[in-house]
């Protein structure tokens, strides 16, 4: 069973990166999970900027730390997240290619024996950004936020697409008939109503409508639930850790695990698949 570790939500800064790498060249594990905003906000929106960053950053980086490592390199398994927009792909994949990482959104890999899932969208936010975005459970858009249908995209067939399209959908067709009793999901939002989705939206309205404080996916929620995989692991809402106190929460049998961090340092959780309950997590 693999050694794994997790960090998300690393928006670009120089330092998580640097203590990312260190950690990694100090202590390698199997696997590396990335779990989507990696990048920093400006090369979400100019293709050029984010190709030049994913290979001169991201992508130097990892080839230091196989340079470094050589036969020790781990498994990097990797999402992008809504603030990184999908103009990254097409470097992304052309870094696949070389073998530095997987990109694994939509995807299943088994290593060690554990299958591995990805699944980068989030439910629909305030934000203009729409790449990584999708209706939830049905076309519903909450009270404060824009529906995936508006604002910013790639393309205008991303636009169309983001119409018919749910995450629940979604899942099912990632999951399909798959047994995942010893699965790992990465995933970059959190699922609804948890201590892993928490919001610092206390006493925020909308038309005199109180803000949700819980915006984390419903369709997550009853997909851990129904299928019950190992372990699922969740970035996107930054605070929720400061504001509940907890990291973990459970889902049934599944345990489910937050990376992100409000604070300079970067979060970094250490796993074994066969004992996710003995999970750590760091502030480096």
């Known amino acids: 069973m693999p050694r794994c570790v ?3 939500d690393l928006h670009g800064s120089a330092h998580r990166y640097e203590r990312l790498f260190s950690a990694l060249a100090a202590d ?8 989507g905003d990696l990048l920093p906000h400006a090369a979400a929106v100019s293709s050029p900027h984010s190709r030049s960053w994913v290979e001169e950053v991201l992508a130097t980086g990892f080839a230091a730390l196989r340079e470094r490592l050589h036969e020790d390199y781990p498994r990097v398994l990797l999402i992008l ?6 103009a990254p792909l097409p470097e992304i994949e052309a870094q696949e290619e070389k073998g530095l990482w997987t990109h694994l959104h939509g995807r299943r890999v088994e290593i060690g024996g554990v299958p591995f899932y990805g699944y980068a969208y989030v439910p629909p936010t305030p934000f203009a950004l729409k790449d990584w975005e999708r209706y939830d459970v049905s076309r519903y858009t ?3 936020c824009t529906s995936p249908e508006e604002g910013r995209h790639l393309s205008q067939e991303e636009a169309r697409r983001a119409r018919h399209s749910t995450i629940a959908e979604d899942l099912e067709r990632l999951a399909g008939d798959d047994e995942l009793r010893d699965a ?10 948890t201590k892993l989705d928490r919001a610092a939206l206390d006493g925020r309205m909308v038309d005199h409508v109180p803000l949700d404080l819980h915006v984390g996916s419903i369709a997550v929620r009853r997909f851990l639930e129904k299928r019950q995989p190992r372990l699922s692991l969740h970035g996107h809402i930054h605070e929720s850790v400061r504001l509940t106190g907890d990291w973990r929460d459970r889902l049934g049998r599944t345990l489910c695990l937050g990376g992100a961090h409000d604070g300079p340092q970067l979060a970094l959780i250490r796993f074994d698949t066969e004992r996710v309950d003995e999970a750590v997590r760091e502030l480096l």
């Not at 390698?28 to 779990?35: A, D, T, Y």
């Not at 997240?81 to 999908?86: A, L, Y």
């Open 6 to 8: 997790f960090v998300t």
């Open 28 to 35: 390698p594990p199997e696997v590396v999970l990335l779990g």
């Open 81 to 86: 997240g809504n603030d990184d927009g999908k």
């Open 142 to 144: 909450p009270v404060g």
């Open 184 to 193: 790992v999901f990465l995933f970059h939002g959190p699922p609804h109503e």
